[in-house]
């Protein structure tokens, strides 16, 4: 993956973002590009974030460091948050009634189950 | 007089045996019960999953596994990448194609001022 992110890297400057990330494979729309990018930050900062937060909520700790890791958590900026991703669907990029183990909208999904691309899935009929 | 069956141990000696008990199952010991938020680090990471869902990013293309496949006496077909090629030659056959890539590079017009 690094490799690959060098190469982005290398091919353009992406402005678009702060920091240069991977590309989904599938179907791209800005909408999934910017939640891709969210996605890749909020993995890359988890285990700083997670460590701030643990320092930050212990009573054990002085009260100096505490604060010190709460204002680091709230410097952080806000795509490195895991609660920014937001599930999209994989074939057209709609944000709203995403069937989740399917990872595609209703639509989509309606059209996909119909094609047979989704083994065991079929209509109800009854 | 209810007799006492047995002596009740004292405090110091309780908190001794819970750090002990502390030390064998490895856990932290907290006698003041103060709030330590250890389950943000219990928690297990979730960002793999998180990253990889628009699928992982060295996924191949289709362009690259009909590369891998290509062989002289097997071919797949591309249905996609046949129709535009399709499509290319018959507009190139009409005088309707995508103009060539100039080799030098076009001066750019310069601006004249009144």
Redesign the interface.
Known sequence: ?SE?IKVVKASRPLKRFPQPV?????FVNTR?LRD?FK??M???H??TS?AL??IA????LPQKMRLEAQIQLTAMPNYTR?NQ?R?RC?ESGTAKKIIKPF?VGRYQFRLMAKEGEFPGVKKGVW | MASRLFNPPKLAKLKELTKLQCNIFRTTY?PER?????Q??RKP????I??N???????P?VFQIFKLWRVDDFRLVNEDEDYRQRRVTMLRKRGKGAPKKLKAPVEAPTKKRK
């Open positions: 993956m690959l991977s590309l989904p494979t599938g999934i891709n996605r890749q909020a993995a890359e988890e285990v997670k937060k643990f909520r212990n009573a054990a895991m991703v599930d994989l990872r | 907290n103060l709030r330590t938020e250890a943000v680090l990471l979730k960002g793999q998180i990253s869902y628009y699928g992982p990013a060295d996924f293309t």
